[in-house]
């Protein structure tokens, strides 16, 4: 019922730059507006619900055409690879249940002139009614008023009629979610807003504190016991409603942030205040807005973490261990809560809750069970890779270093015997074969300018020694020295090829690790003092981020370049990725530069 916004950047006269939400929307925005990228805050827009005179009906307009036929060709004309009696089916279903269909239907029989306008409240409720959690709207909370009226500014107002103009629908309210996501919300339940009060589990009474956004999406995407949840079994636009709703309870959380600056004395920050005179327009020094290190993913907050991981470098020297430990999406864990149909990319909350549990139950593995020994300090992050699966990137200081000729004992580059232990010969061969590319796959996402980006096939070696860049070269024997080897279907040009995959193609591992927790799990030694820029770099990079240039009216609201994806420490500045996933771990942030 409601169109998705976000903020465009013409590319004309700007660096070359990608700004997405989601990669749905992206993949969706790029088709139709191929010069053109979507960057800042999301945003939804409602339009009149009757189009101009000789024009067709758009959007939330084809609810009113008045003749089911002609708006079931007008819906299967959009679209056309959809099935026409599904279509009627959902369309017979919003028109019979939706009470949003059915009050605007209603106000617009009273609305006799073009010039009325249907207001419906942000938060309030029927004189009487009982204000419960999921409530579908009432006809006595929508007024028809005449332009010029005062209305208050997070109102719904839609005209019977006008030129096209569209207005935005606030996230606070309350039909936000069912304008949106009229089938998830088929009824036209009632989303978050304002004044939902808590509840006291023990006596079932309303106490004075009000429910966040957060807490209120965290009730509804929870899975219960004998309880089916509907929203967690749409899929796609399960992840993209997540996306949504996760830049809902940012915005409120900077906002707190933004009508709050006394609180946090931002007239103390000394480099802001060095940066105007410099940096900053005058007009704009009472307009200054600071973005504080408490709130996670900041630049301030990103640079603390920075400055945390070169003191362990100052004061412990380099690291020993650095891991990399992904999630394996058949992990039984997260297969057994799936529902029907769903594979793990349609359930990322099953997928971060689940590496949750498996990252603290790694980390209690190395630092209280002491498997590499006594762990005089660490680190780590979590990031989501491209295909939507979570990995942490760990960084180790022992209290008795690793010595070269202890590596063989902790860490194999080698394909194990099948024979002598088939669990692990499994493991690594379906979790921890690099590829293969080169010749074997030129179009590997890892090849560039025709070689591999991660100096794949490594060379074989019979001892291992060290390396030239940081890291050893781990010993990899051949099969003329007892070196084991694998045949793997390898698909290219459309067709399946047989390649003989041998231990210059296995990503480096811990035999313990592997077999505990069954994933790819990455174990490099930190040979050099070479590698620790780039490791300390590495594991505290934070999202992905591109550039862009941007006009900004105030350079000193911190909170608004904040969600535009502006970098307080950038001319040049940098935007985020946010994905379907979401923050389901804490993670390390780094500002690059």
């Not at 002598?420 to 493991?427: A, G, R």
Request: proline content about 5%; overall charge positive; hydrophobic content about 35%.
């Amino acid at each position: 019922m409601t169109s998705f916004g976000a903020e465009v950047v013409q590319q004309s006269g700007y660096n070359p730059s990608y700004k997405v939400m989601a990669s749905l929307y992206y993949h969706i925005f790029s088709k139709l507006h191929p010069n053109i990228q979507i960057q800042g805050q999301i945003h939804h827009r409602a339009g009149a619900l009757l189009p101009p005179q000789n024009k067709d009906h758009k959007f939330l307009q084809i609810y009113f055409i008045g003749d089911s036929e002609v708006e079931l060709n007008h819906r299967c004309a959009i679209f056309t690879a959809t099935k026409r009696e599904i279509i009627q089916k959902l369309q017979n279903l919003l028109h019979e249940h939706n009470e949003l269909l059915r009050l605007f239907k209603t106000a617009l029989d009273i609305m006799h002139y073009d010039e009325h306008k249907i207001i419906i409240s942000a938060d309030k409720r029927p004189t009487g009614s009982h204000a419960r959690q999921f409530n579908a709207p009432t006809i006595n909370e929508v007024a028809v008023v005449i332009v010029g009226e005062n209305v208050e500014s997070h109102d719904i107002v839609l005209k019977r009629r006008d030129n096209g103009q569209l207005q935005r629908v606030y996230e606070t309210h309350r039909s936000y979610d069912a304008l949106q996501y009229p089938l998830m919300f088929c009824r036209g339940e009632d989303g978050y807003h304002f004044n939902i009060k808590m509840v006291n589990p023990t006596t079932g009474e309303e106490t004075n504190k009000k429910v966040s956004c957060m807490n209120f999406y965290a009730y509804r995407l929870m899975i219960r016991l004998d309880v089916d949840n509907h929203l967690l079994r749409y899929r796609r636009l399960f992840q993209q409603y997540c996306v949504d709703m996760y830049v809902k309870v940012e915005t409120e959380r900077l906002n707190f942030i933004r009508f709050n600056q006394s609180k946090l004395r931002s007239d103390e920050y000394i480099h802001l205040r060095d940066a105007i005179p410099t940096e900053g327009h005058p007009a704009n020094i009472r307009f200054l807005t600071i973005l504080p290190a408490t709130y996670v993913g900041s630049p301030r907050h990103m640079h603390e973490y920075a400055q945390d991981a070169m003191t362990y470098v100052r004061n412990y020297g380099r690291p020993d261990l650095f891991i990399t430990f992904t999630c394996n999406p058949k992990w039984p864990e997260i297969t057994n809560l799936l529902l029907p149909g769903q594979t793990s990319s349609d359930r990322p909350d099953i997928t971060a809750r689940v590496f949750k549990q498996k990252i603290t139950v790694l980390m209690d593995y190395i630092v209280k069970q002491k498997v590499f020994g006594a762990v005089r300090c660490w680190m780590y992050s979590v990031e989501w890779q491209k295909r939507g699966l979570p990995h942490a990137h760990i960084l180790l200081w022992m209290f008795d270093k690793i010595r070269l000729d202890h590596i063989d004992s902790i860490i194999s580059a080698e394909i194990p015997d099948k024979q002598t232990d088939p669990e692990l010969h499994s493991i690594v061969t379906t979790s921890m074969i690099h590829g293969p590319c080169g010749v074997h796959n030129p179009e590997s996402v890892c090849m560039k300018n025709g070689n591999c980006t991660k100096r794949f096939p490594r060379p074989l070696t019979a001892e291992t020694i060290s390396g030239n860049d940081g890291y050893p070269l781990y010993r990899r024997r051949s099969p003329d020295d007892n070196g084991k080897w694998i045949e793997l279907m390898v698909k290219r040009n459309e067709t399946n090829v047989t390649v003989i995959v041998d231990n210059r193609w296995i990503v480096p591992y811990c035999p313990l690790l592997s077999k505990t927790f069954s994933t790819h799990c990455n174990v490099e030694y930190c040979n050099s003092i070479k590698s620790i820029k780039y490791v300390c770099k590495y594991v505290n990079k934070g999202s992905d981020m591109a550039v862009f240039g941007i006009a900004d009216p105030n350079a000193n609201d911190e909170v608004t370049k904040f969600q535009l994806g502006i970098s307080m420490f950038f001319t040049w500045p940098a935007i985020r990725s946010l994905f379907a996933c979401g923050k389901a771990v804490i993670i390390i942030y780094f500002c690059t530069g």
